[in-house]
């Protein structure tokens, strides 16, 4: 499980990264990664490559988490996930959401966390990750944007 520790500890990793403190955030489906991150990737797209590594090593670190304590959680509630690879009993997000640096870099780190089936769907998903993101990092500044 992350605890606030962990995240305090990336959430510095990151700012670090992160020119100005500008980041940008993204929702991913599992289906949206499988369907168009990955194949972009493979094409080398280094946007939708960095986005995917982030995605594929947090999922290599859950599927080695062992202990029940130590698995990650949804982003806005509960849920844990988790993968016992004897059995294939597996409990994994639907989505993942994924901060990065405005300005990536080559070696940029990237922020990822899974979100459970039940949360996904809430129309008030956005709401809920920025409430639960202030609490774990409260100089949070979101600034809105559109496409132009």
Same mark, same amino acid.
């Given at each position: 499980m992350m605890q606030k520790e962990e995240w305090l500890k990336r959430i510095a990793t990151f700012s670090a990264d992160c020119?100005?403190?500008f980041a940008e955030r993204i929702i991913v489906?599992?289906?949206d990664f499988k369907n168009f991150?990955?194949?972009?990737?493979a094409g080398g797209n280094t946007y939708a490559g960095t986005i995917a590594h982030a995605i594929l090593e947090w999922h290599r670190a859950a599927v080695h988490v062992k202990e029940a304590e130590?698995?990650?959680l949804?982003?806005?509630c509960d849920t844990e996930?988790?993968?016992v690879p004897a059995s294939h009993k597996?409990? =994994?997000p639907t989505g993942?959401?994924?901060?990065?640096?405005? =300005? =990536?870099q080559k070696t940029s780190t990237a922020v990822v966390t899974g979100i459970c089936a039940e949360c996904f769907t809430n129309k008030d998903l956005n709401e809920k990750i920025i409430q639960q993101l202030r609490t774990i990092w409260p100089e949070l500044y979101v600034a809105e944007g559109g496409q132009g």
């Open positions: 020119p100005k403190g489906s599992f289906d991150v990955l194949p972009q990737a130590k698995r990650s949804c982003l806005t996930f988790w993968f597996w409990c =994994m993942f959401h994924i901060i990065l640096p405005f =300005m =990536m």
